[in-house]
């Protein structure tokens, strides 16, 4: 299979996920628009773009973890990360927002946390530009983690 078709799966695959978890949660800008907001807040229409080009590097870190070359037990040791995270990032926008669970949220952004922080080092021994390219999901991660639990304590 060519690379580009390859990095176009994996690209699509992870915006699908986004795309299907926010069908789960629900009508994410209403209710972001009625919780109290800690400081530093962003307004409701940029987080979706944000997460819509840090899905597309997530994607692209998979698709340099699919082709590299490394050994398998390694490659699905990061692959396995991956899929971890991933499934902890679907989850907490359905538990934020399609349910109001904002504390439980929280605790599965911490977890998203140390997974994505897990992967940008396992991937950094596999390719060192699926490493970098998770590095934006991080930061935001850490900026989500305290907007979480900042809508936690004054919702």
């Known amino acids: 299979m060519r ?30 628009q009625e919780l109290q907001k800690p400081p530093l807040s962003p307004p409701g229409n940029i987080i979706g ?3 819509t080009i840090l899905y597309a590097l997530m994607g692209t870190a998979l698709f340099l973890l699919i082709i590299s070359k490394v050994a398998n037990k390694l490659k699905i040791s990061a692959i396995t990360l991956f899929a971890i995270q991933q499934i902890l990032n679907f989850s907490w926008s359905i538990l934020f927002f399609g349910g109001n669970h904002y504390w439980i ?17 396992v991937f950094y021994y596999i390719n060192k530009a699926a490493s970098y390219l998770f590095v934006p999901y991080l930061v935001w991660c850490f900026y989500a983690g305290y907007l979480c639990l900042g809508l936690a304590i004054l919702n």
């Not at 699908?16 to 994410?28: E, K, R």
């Open 105 to 121: 949220a929280s605790l599965v952004i911490i977890g998203l946390i140390v997974m994505i922080i897990a992967c940008i080092r």
């Open 3 to 32: 690379k580009w078709v390859i990095w176009l799966i994996s690209v699509v695959g992870i915006e699908l996920t986004g795309i299907i978890s926010g069908l789960f949660a629900g009508d994410i800008q209403s209710v972001y």
């Open 49 to 51: 773009t944000v997460w």
